[in-house]
């Protein structure tokens, strides 16, 4: 990889990208979850490039605060005068060794094809080479035409005459260039075309004049792939969707339908894993060997152990569940919650901020925040934490291993209960419990023995006891 440490690459992405018709800049659409930049610039890293340099423009801001954390150089292009004057922007008097320039709208390139043009540009010597691909339908892409075999030019759609219109091989937008000759024949770009533009392309001329080499390379259809509307970066991200459900059924985990199964590039699932229809599995999610996640789950940032199950319809944020656990269905574990080993997580239960100890339960409409959960605890129906107070600050409950808290319990944090405690249905709980104690804290029960009118206790029964009604009427 040392060597592709002398590569540059320079991303081309000040473009206004005005057929996407949003007010947010072109790249940082997402495309299968992530902005399309982040799509190039990982590539350029994993080919191994370490000196990337953005040229933006448009949503300078966002732009940064998207790659900057990246290690990503922005360079500024002030005013969009055409992709030669983009590269200018990028301080090419810096640049030395290769330089490859690509477009920051090309979302599908891998870094296997960044590595072969690479590749390609060392053996073969030239000083300029471009990447071509052959299209069915080439529409605006530049056309590269050649004479004995030889490039001689890239000619724009805008420019072309219909002959040249007819010309099925393409500019990709993709060069790699030798830095001192990019130092040398980019200040020679003159604006002269119709559309008053400094044309990048015009480099294959200048050098071609100056008696240096220029070749080209074949590249696969995907480097030409780029997003200019929303019905192309649809297609974007169905297409990268498509490729990691492929990914996956190739190491072994288990899709049910991979055309509805949306997982992004960053995350990972291991042999054996069951993915149902309709889950999306965001950011830096795993899965472990196993666990199958069943419809309509949204999982961002969770670290999923081995034969979890995950039950249809449920929403996990940056949690951890640990091996045989089962979470849903229709849970909802939100972040820095931590589920042992075979816990059982049950339908309406949310939690947030809670460690929830090995073989506990909660299995039915519950609310934990901030709170610690012991070992082989049963949590009942309608438990909750109010662990907000009117000071707007949080408070934590501590529940210990082996409590049973009865249904419909509240604790009023802070309150901690001991080990082995029990806690009677509908209590209110607000000063701590010993180990293994009782504790009730709810109104007594009264009964008020023939409450009810005798005319009212006719309509009750109707239809009823007749011997009942007679005798009380
Ligand atoms: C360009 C090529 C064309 C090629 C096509 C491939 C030129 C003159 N033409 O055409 O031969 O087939 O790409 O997609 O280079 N950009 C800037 N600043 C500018 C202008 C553009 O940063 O002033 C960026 C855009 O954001 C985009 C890239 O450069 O990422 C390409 O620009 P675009 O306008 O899409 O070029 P095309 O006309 O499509
Ligand atoms: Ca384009």
Redesign the pocket.
């Known amino acids: 990889m040392k060597e592709n440490n002398e590569v540059t690459a320079i991303?081309?992405?000040?473009?206004?990208?005005k057929r996407m018709k949003s007010p947010l800049p072109?790249?940082l659409h997402p495309v299968a979850g992530r902005p399309m930049i982040l799509h190039v610039i990982e590539n350029c890293k994993a080919a191994g490039f370490t000196d990337i340099r953005l040229?933006?423009?448009f949503g300078l801001n966002s732009v940064k605060a998207v790659v900057e954390p990246l290690g990503v150089q922005i360079h500024v292009?002030a005013?969009?005068?055409?992709?030669?004057?983009?590269v200018k922007s990028a301080d090419i008097e810096s640049l030395s060794g290769d330089v490859l320039i690509l477009?920051?709208?090309?979302p599908l390139i891998e870094a296997e094809d960044l590595l072969a043009m690479v590749k390609e540009f060392r053996s073969s010597g030239v000083d300029l080479m471009v990447v071509t691909t052959i299209l069915e339908n080439p529409k605006?892409?530049?056309r590269v035409v050649r004479s004995g075999g030889q490039i001689r030019a890239?000619v724009?759609?805008?420019d072309a005459t219909q002959a040249t219109l007819n010309i099925r091989e393409?500019?990709?937008?993709m060069y790699l260039i030798k830095a001192d000759v990019l130092q040398d024949e980019l200040p020679r770009i003159r604006p002269a075309n119709a559309q008053n533009?400094?044309?990048?392309?015009?480099l294959v001329g200048l050098c071609i004049e100056g008696h240096l080499k220029v070749g080209t390379f074949q590249g696969p259809k995907r480097v030409?792939w780029?997003v200019?509307s929303q019905t192309e970066l649809a297609e974007a991200s169905r297409i990268k969707y498509r490729q990691k459900a492929r990914r996956l059924m190739e190491d072994g985990v288990i899709l049910m339908d991979p055309r509805t199964t949306y997982v992004e590039s960053t995350v990972r699932v291991e042999p054996g894993a069951v993915l149902y229809p309709h889950v999306m599995l965001r950011g830096n999610t795993r899965v472990g060997a196993m666990s199958s996640i069943e419809p309509h789950c949204y999982v961002v940032d969770t670290d999923i152990g081995n034969s979890v199950q995950i039950r249809a319809g449920s929403y996990l944020e940056s949690a951890r569940i640990m091996n045989h656990a089962t979470v849903g269905p229709y849970a909802r574990l939100r972040p820095e919650t931590v589920i042992a080993e075979e816990a059982h997580v049950g339908n309406f239960v949310e939690m947030k901020k809670v460690q929830f100890g090995a073989r506990s339960k909660a299995g039915h409409l519950t609310y934990l925040g901030d709170a610690e959960v012991g070992e082989d605890a049963n949590v009942g129906c309608g438990t909750i934490t109010c662990n907000y107070a009117v000071d707007r600050k949080k408070y934590k409950t501590v529940i210990g291993k082996r409590v049973f808290v009865g249904s419909d319990t509240q604790f009023v944090a802070p309150v901690t209960v001991g080990d082995g405690a029990v806690i009677g249905s509908g209590s209110t709980i607000t000063k701590d419990v010993p180990p293994r104690a009782l504790a009730v804290g709810r109104a007594r029960q009264v009964v008020k023995e023939n409450y009810v009118k005798d005319e009212a206790a006719k309509g009750d029964s109707a239809g009823g006891n007749e011997a009942a009604d007679k005798k009380s009427g």
Do not use: C, M, P, R
């Open positions: 991303i081309l992405a000040a473009g206004l990208g072109k790249i040229v933006a423009g292009q005013q969009q005068l055409g992709t030669g004057d983009a477009n920051g709208d090309h605006s892409f530049g890239i724009e759609a805008k393409v500019n990709t937008g533009e400094y044309y990048l392309t015009d030409s780029g200019n």
